[in-house]
């Protein structure tokens, strides 16, 4: 008999040895089961996924002042944020390759906040 340690959805990740009897199976489980804590805590944590791929949720605000910040960042992409009267971001931009498509996507939503602000319908 053996023993199966699968994930939440179902998939299988690993499959225990061959036991003779149900009984050393099952001790083999309690002992997984005693230790896994342990090994848990020697794990290299995962970067934690924060949201859309191409975005900079993470990054701290470059400035306080309210209004957009254009930035490029390590990974040679262009970015925009734009922050909250109360300093922080609201608006967090994808990863442009270029300065010019950052500006076009800048005055793209400068236009719909402008919009918005005269009552405007604005296209989904």
């Known amino acids: ?10 998939r299988e990740l690993a499959r225990s040895r061959w036991f003779e009897r149900w009984s050393d199976c099952e001790i083999a489980i309690a002992w997984l089961q005693r230790i ?9 944590p995962r970067p934690r996924r924060t949201g859309a791929r191409g975005y900079l949720l993470d990054r701290p605000p470059g400035t306080l002042a309210p209004g957009f ?9 262009h970015y925009f944020h734009l922050h909250a009267p109360d300093g ?6 994808h990863g442009y390759g270029t300065a010019r498509e950052l500006d076009a996507g800048f005055r793209t939503v400068k236009s719909i906040i402008a919009k918005a602000e005269a009552g405007e319908a604005i296209p989904a």
Request: net charge negative; no cysteine.
């Open 1 to 10: 008999v053996y023993f199966v340690v699968a994930a939440r959805n179902g």
């Open 36 to 44: 896994a804590p342990e090994l848990a805590t020697d794990d290299v």
């Open 69 to 77: 910040e254009a930035f490029r960042h390590s990974d040679r992409r």
């Open 88 to 93: 922080l971001t609201l608006l967090f931009s």
